[in-house]
């Protein structure tokens, strides 16, 4: 072999060997470019789960709201269990106020009443059906009272709203000279009070607290000394 062809031997082996060596420096680069892709991707999976498990957690815990003040005569149902299947067109989620548990007179079985979001008010029986839907023009002041008013054993619910006192019977009609007009608007009530054995009906109002003697049919602005 000359020296020429040598050369030019030697020289093709450098050129392979500059080959080589830029293929291992890119394939150690990607290497590196995907281990670090990687981490990220692993980065955005934790984050991913981490939301997932709080949101678990709130639906676990809902927020209650929409208290009631002490004294209702007709709490929400609050117990913990299954709620009863409501066969109705309005569904739970569309409930404004309630439910609040109440006797039905004629069946001696207890019954609930809520008002949905489009302000009507309904009953419900004790398997979640609809009995009934009355319609009101704003919400109720938060309590449902439960009252024999002709003393006979049959048992209507006094609702506030606006300035509006309603007295319902089990069917769902006004009783006769109601609904009452307030003076103003109904904020919270109504809230039974006991006063020398008579019972009157408490009902914080923009203009301040009023008292329902039904038994006089009357409203007054402070109660009796």
Do not use: Y
């Given at each position: 072999m000359n020296?020429?062809?040598?050369?030019?031997l030697c020289s093709i082996i450098v050129v392979m060997l500059g080959i080589i060596a830029a293929g291992v420096v890119y394939l150690y680069h990607d290497v590196d470019r995907d281990s670090s892709l990687a981490g990220e991707y692993a980065e955005d999976v934790v984050v991913e789960q981490d939301t997932v498990k709080n949101v678990t957690v709130a639906q676990e815990n809902?927020?209650?709201?929409?208290?009631?003040?002490?004294?209702?005569?007709?709490?929400?149902?609050?117990?913990?269990?299954?709620?009863?299947?409501?066969?109705?067109?309005?569904?739970?989620?569309?409930?404004?106020?309630?439910?609040?548990?109440?006797?039905?007179?004629?069946?001696?079985k207890e019954n609930m009443i809520r008002q949905n979001k489009d302000n009507s008010l309904e009953l419900l029986d004790e398997k979640g059906k609809s009995l009934w839907r009355k319609q009101l023009s704003s919400r109720i002041g938060g309590m449902v009272g439960q009252v024999d008013y002709f003393h006979n054993g049959k048992i209507q619910y006094l609702?506030?709203?606006?300035?509006?006192?309603?007295?319902?019977?089990?069917?769902?009609?006004?009783?006769?000279?109601?609904?009452?007009k307030l003076s103003a608007k109904a904020i919270v009530g109504p809230e039974k009070v006991e006063v020398k054995g008579t019972n009157y009906w408490r009902v914080d109002t923009e203009g301040g607290t009023v008292y329902l003697n039904l038994k006089k049919n009357q409203i007054l602005n402070q109660l009796p000394q």
């Open positions: 020296r020429r062809a040598i050369i030019v809902p927020v209650q709201s929409d208290a009631l003040a002490p004294g209702d005569s007709g709490q929400p149902d609050t117990s913990v269990g299954k709620e009863p299947e409501i066969d109705s067109e309005v569904k739970a989620a569309d409930v404004s106020r309630g439910p609040f548990k109440v006797k039905n007179s004629g069946t001696g609702i506030v709203e606006g300035k509006n006192i309603h007295l319902i019977d089990r069917l769902g009609r006004e009783v006769s000279s109601f609904p009452r």
